[in-house]
């Protein structure tokens, strides 16, 4: 669904495939918050995250066959997964701000095609972003 036209530019990267790069990630971007995803939910009926390196992410899959394969791949295939489909602006620009802390979206975890939306300007809310300097 998301493609993301990964290219290896080599270790660095000069202004063109910076400038390439950003532009990538926004048509990504705007993909993702006009889709609906599908967002499983725990043993609470919450939706599911995960925390890693002090962010709560939200795990989100881009279509049921994604959220099967995860769901293989952790080895729970055999249980029934509730989920909730929202979009993705839903999710970045409300859900992610009433989360207790950082936060952001995990979609298609696990997976050849996963991609991040960190907690970061321009993808959440200014007000629950947090800057390369650590603070919120």
């Known amino acids: 669904m998301f493609d993301t036209g990964d290219h290896d530019s080599g270790p660095l990267a000069g202004p063109a495939e910076v400038t390439e790069a950003r532009r990538r990630f926004a048509r990504l971007l705007g993909e993702f918050r006009r889709t609906a995803v599908l967002v499983p939910l725990d043993e609470r009926d919450s939706l599911w995250t995960a925390d890693f390196g002090g962010v709560r992410w939200i795990c989100a899959f881009s279509d049921a066959p994604a959220l099967a394969r995860f769901a293989y791949a ?7 997964w509730a989920y909730r489909s929202l979009l993705g602006a839903r999710l970045l620009d409300a859900v992610v701000p009433a989360l207790p802390g950082p936060g952001g979206v995990a979609l298609d975890a696990g997976s050849h095609d996963g991609m991040l939306f960190p907690p970061v ?3 959440v ?3 629950v972003a947090v800057d390369l300097g650590g603070r919120r």
């Open 125 to 127: 809310p200014d007000t």
């Open 121 to 123: 300007a321009g993808v």
């Open 74 to 80: 952790r080895g729970e295939s055999d249980r029934e």
